[in-house]
């Protein structure tokens, strides 16, 4: 079964494409409407595997691969050749998500045309009438990459010992609970196994939104527990836990269980079924993660994916990243598009090209207000929206667009992009047009009084007005730039502003304290409110705008700010996206909240995003251009780079 949400999205996107077109991801699914791909019947392997064969030290390949009728066959743009290293640089360990997103096999995954999901570790799915019986197939034969056989036991092992104990530290998500629309009661799903390759999802209410929220909340529903059980405290005792954990480096078994649990991919002892797996400590300068001998996929032809041998990353001091790629060190890496024109300038004598995918952020520049600043004077002036208002028309964004982008973008307000399911065009050029007497007369209205030099303005009490923006030193040099004009721009109309960036890690501090009063905007966005709604709504501590509405929400009113007023509504009408019935359901009650975005502008926008870039070495082929880029199809991984080969 797919979702239709996100056809019009991506129909629009992909027109866009530029370079090599983008494609269709495949593989054999069992599911409802039995739409399958046939593998060839001769199956082909690397050569550094055949040789493995050759000596003994690995079992041929029909003893690797899951049985013929259950191996995934994988659409590629063009038959690849074996062999080569993947080079990009990385910040070490803490930069974990950079190799995730690019080794990442989710149980189900999204299609490159962004339509739904498709099976990808799992097989095929059946789903009853009513969205409440998820029938999952797994796929027989297929093993882990030390060789033991991956089965449904491993599915309900993660279920019991790793997602419902909270392992890895991490509650259990909400995709496993669906709502009962008479009470808003949530009902955790029950996991069962059917047979050695069958598991069985059931809810208590309807959830026709399982199976995309499983691909956005938890991809990898399973886990080795061949592995688990020589490291997990229920299964060695408690001491002896604590001597493997500290073994492996670490200060006590939690922690253990949340490095292998949560950021498995980077540890060479722990099986995997990625493509590449680790193979040294990731902790090394160097880190090297090789083909998985038992990965269960082909190309149409037969030959077992990857194509590449290897993805060798090197640990890299400061942002050196430009320099290496344009003297030739890096094959495939991402950068921020205000690097666009060196790169273009440097690609002969980098030898690499330069390819765009299509964002889905709301805009590329922008600025939030925390709603629940703990501050006497600001808190009721950032939830007036007059003062929104104000803040969104004093700006001039054909003249921002020219200096922060380029003139790479257009005016816009921070909304929904065309094609997106719920999409509003009156949201998109809302308070857009820049009106230096209107953001005046506003803040006259509010009670904003002008100091006797006309310089700034005060609250009514005599307590001055300053707007602090922070933002998080993530290395977007766009951001110098625009919060120094939004500043220019805010303090002509009398508001003393005052910029401040700083360390990403205390920025995150800050703003889980609720101490962060303003922030840019940054990369907001969605490709569906249904499939992501964090940014939209307080569930928890993440989006500035909401601030500790989120925290109320989170701890069911033990701690944080209860929601009153239109943020409430959104809350009430995100229980009505849960407990819907239907996916027409879904969207009725999503529009209800798109609709009170619309109307409070919580997120104001100045232009419109700019595309992410990648830099792919000349050699490098099956690169898509033309994608979205999103956390929902994760990032570069959406381009399905097991099909990724270098030219020989």
Known sequence: MTMGTCRLLVAAL??????????????????????????????????????????????????????????????????????????????????????????????????????????????????????????????????????????????????????????????????????????????RAEVEKVDDYTVKITHAFPSPLFLERVAIDNKWFFAPAHFYETILPEFIGDARAQEVAEEWGFADAGALGKWTGYYYWVWPERPTVRAWVASNDPNSQRFIMERNPYFWKTDPEGNQLPYIDRIVVDKAEGDTALLDAISGGIDLLGFPFTDFTMLKENESQGDYRVIQWNSSALASTGVMLNQTFDDP????????????????????????SEIVTDGLTEPRQAALLPGIPNYRASWETKWIDYDVDRANALLDEIGLPWNSEHTRRSFSDGTPLELVIFYSQDGNATRDAESELLKSYYEAVGITTIIRPIDQGLYHEM????????????????????????????????????????????????????????????????????????????????????????????????????????IVKNDMRNVPSGLVFCDEFRGIGHGRPSQFFFEQ
């Open 377 to 400: 004077h600001l808190r009721p002036l950032f939830r007036d929206i007059r003062f929104r208002e104000a803040l969104s028309v004093a700006v001039d964004r054909e003249a921002l």
């Open 511 to 614: 703003k889980y304290a609720n101490q962060i009063p303003a922030s840019l905007l940054g990369g907001i966005g969605t490709v569906n409110v249904a499939f992501r709604p964090d940014n939209f709504l307080p569930l928890r501590v993440l989006t500035e705008w909401y601030g500790h509405y989120g925290l109320y929400n989170q701890t069911e009113g033990e701690e944080g700010v209860e929601p009153t007023g239109d943020v409430a509504k959104l809350l009430e009408n995100w229980s009505r996206v849960v407990a819907a019935k239907s996916r027409e359901e879904v969207d009725e009650w999503a529009d209800r909240i798109i609709d009170i975005h619309e109307k409070n502008v919580w997120m104001i926008g100045y232009t419109s995003p700019l595309p992410h870039l990648f």
């Open 14 to 187: 992909v027109l866009a494409a530029l370079g090599a077109p983008a494609f269709a991801g495949g593989g054999r699914e069992q599911t409802t409407n039995d739409d399958t791909t046939m593998m060839s019947e001769a199956t082909h392997e690397a050569p550094m595997l055949h040789a493995m064969v050759e000596d003994g030290s690995l079992p041929p390949l029909e003893e690797r691969l899951p049985i013929a009728s259950d191996v995934m066959v994988e659409e590629v743009h063009e038959e690849g050749q074996y062999g080569g290293d993947w080079r990009m640089p990385w910040k070490g360990i803490d930069d974990k998500w950079a190799l995730s997103f690019i080794t990442e096999e989710a149980l189900f995954r999204f299609r490159t045309d962004g339509e739904g999901v498709e099976p990808n570790v799992a097989k095929g799915y059946d789903v009853n009438d009513d969205a409440t019986e998820y029938t999952i197939y797994l796929r027989e034969g297929m093993k882990w990459s030390d060789g033991e056989p991956f089965t449904a036991a491993d599915v309900l092992f993660y279920w019991d010992h790793m997602l419902l104990p909270e392992t890895f530290g991490k509650a259990l998500y909400d995709c496993y609970y669906s709502v009962d629309p008479e009470t808003g009661e949530r009902v």
